[in-house]
């Protein structure tokens, strides 16, 4: 069955450094997203990608954060400089779809430790 | 901005055990979705509800959608250890389909 693969499975890193977060959705889906996960807290969205563009973004999707489909299979999230409190887990999800009910499939997510 | 608040936070129970997760907004929703989600996963959709009143099962698990559509339910039956997980309900909001979600309910089934 067709998964979404996301890479590194952990990185660490020194706050201020930029880190990539790489995705590789599932082949034939349309619609893209990064969610972020904080230890103790809820899922939270962070970014909605179609037909190459940004569709939504939410407030922490600030300056820092940028997106990019560089090639027709990896979805990518960049943060610029790091700060310790975007510790978190990652999630890049797909959809083929734009209903409503379609189904969002979840990569296992990069935990992101920043020092 | 729809919240979803999810009762219990934490549930820790005996196999063999029923169980009931909550999730309420105060605002009417078209449809919720239910997740699950295990340790060093992503989330893993469980079920969409769409219809008020309407009622699906999954194995043991059913769940209920409220007839206002601001509440649902998922009811866990003769609960596994396998069951233990992050429960999750979100929903799909705007034309690209962002999910927003409850807390989640953290359950925790003993053998």
């Known amino acids: 069955e067709p998964e979404v693969t996301q890479t590194p499975s952990h990185q660490v890193t020194q706050m201020g450094q930029e880190v990539i977060l790489r995705c590789v959705p599932i082949?034939?889906?349309?619609?893209f997203y990064w969610y972020r996960q904080i230890l103790g807290q809820k899922v939270e969205f962070l970014v909605s990608?179609?037909?190459?563009?940004?569709?939504?973004k939410s407030e922490i999707f600030d300056d820092q954060f940028s997106v990019e489909r560089p090639d027709g299979s990896n979805f990518t999230l960049k943060i610029r400089s790091t700060k310790l409190e975007d510790s978190a887990m990652y999630f890049c999800?797909?959809?083929?779809?734009?209903?409503?009910?379609?189904?969002?499939?979840f990569g296992p997510g990069t935990r992101l430790t920043v020092l | 901005t729809q919240l979803l608040e999810q009762s219990p936070q934490f549930l820790s129970i005996q196999e063999g055990e029923n169980l009931t997760v909550y999730c309420n907004s105060s605002?009417?929703?078209?449809?919720l979705q239910w997740y699950r989600q295990e340790p060093g996963e992503g989330p893993v959709l469980l079920v969409t509800?769409?219809?008020?009143?309407e009622v699906k099962k999954l194995k043991r698990l059913t769940f209920q959608f409220g007839d206002a559509r601001k509440d649902s339910s998922l009811h866990i039956t003769a609960a596994q250890p396998g069951d233990t997980g992050l429960y999750l309900c979100?929903?799909?909001?705007?034309?690209?389909?962002?999910?927003?979600f409850g807390q989640g309910t953290i359950l925790t089934v003993h053998p």
């Open positions: 605002s009417v929703f078209s449809s």
């Open positions: 999800a797909s959809r083929k779809e734009g209903g409503f009910t379609d189904t969002q499939y």
């Open positions: 509800v769409v219809t008020g009143g």
């Open positions: 990608f179609y037909n190459n563009e940004i569709s939504e």
């Open positions: 979100a929903l799909s909001v705007g034309s690209y389909g962002k999910l927003t």
């Open positions: 082949s034939n889906h349309l619609y």
